[in-house]
């Protein structure tokens, strides 16, 4: 079993729909958490890092459910833009400089 | 800002060749982390430095290694190529320590083997 699942998608949705996507991971002990963006082709770019209480840029939404084990991306009024593949990302406390990847959930926002 | 830095961008070589993969971190990071991506697949962690020693190892192979110099950049030295080496290659960098450890990446090496 991988680290870190997440639905591969893919989600299409038209411009200004609201989607949401899911990743669970299975360490318990895993500390920091992040949502990735990656363009076919280029390299992963951050997109938020994701907070115990929950985060929000703009129309991104970032949630951590640690009794559960997951971390969900909300996107809203989506844009032609964001169509890309979200990548989740943990990183364990036992082991300092491990970062586990999820397979990438595939976004495609059409017109 | 200063972003990571990877060279060369492109290269082709092959089947038993060798390469060499460079990667300038962001000023005062102290962390590499070296990924492997192949065609329709997330990102397989190979191998990472903090402070010049290190500090993991993922899936990398034996015909594979890396280090990280003095001035904290790294590079990622392949050998006996095969036609499975083919995949874009990133470095990513961070602050190693615990509360800033974001990863940045690199635009990446597109390693094609022929």
């Known amino acids: 079993r991988k680290e870190v699942e997440q639905d591969p998608g893919p989600f299409n949705v038209p411009e200004g729909a609201t989607v949401a996507f899911n990743c669970t991971y299975s360490n318990s002990a895993s500390q920091s958490f992040f949502w990735y963006r990656q363009d076919c082709r280029k390299e992963p770019k951050l997109l938020m890092s994701?907070?115990?209480s929950g985060n929000e840029d703009g129309r991104f939404t970032a949630q951590l459910n640690r009794a559960s084990q997951y971390i969900s991306l909300l996107i809203r009024d989506s844009k032609l833009s964001d169509s890309a593949t979200y990548l989740c990302?943990?990183?364990?406390?036992?082991?300092?400089?491990?970062?586990?990847f999820g397979s990438g959930t595939k976004l495609n926002v059409k017109p | 800002a200063a972003g990571v830095i990877q060279s060369p961008r492109h290269l082709i070589k092959e089947k038993r060749e060798t390469a060499t993969l460079k990667c300038y971190p962001i000023?005062?990071?102290?962390?590499v982390y070296w990924y492997q991506q192949g065609p329709g697949q997330d990102p397989q962690f190979l191998i990472s430095?903090?402070?010049?020693?290190?500090?993991d190892k993922g899936s990398i192979p034996d015909r594979f290694s890396a280090q990280q110099f003095s001035d904290y950049h790294s590079e990622l030295n392949m050998s006996s190529l095969e036609l499975g080496d083919s995949a874009l290659y990133f470095c990513?960098?961070?602050?190693?320590?615990?509360?800033?450890?974001?990863?940045?990446f690199g635009p990446g090496t597109r390693l094609t083997v022929l």
């Open positions: 000023p005062r990071h102290d962390t």
């Open positions: 430095f903090y402070e010049k020693m290190q500090s």
């Open positions: 990513a960098s961070s602050l190693g320590k615990e509360n800033t450890d974001t990863q940045y």
């Open positions: 990302v943990v990183k364990t406390r036992n082991n300092f400089n491990k970062f586990y």
């Open positions: 994701v907070y115990s």
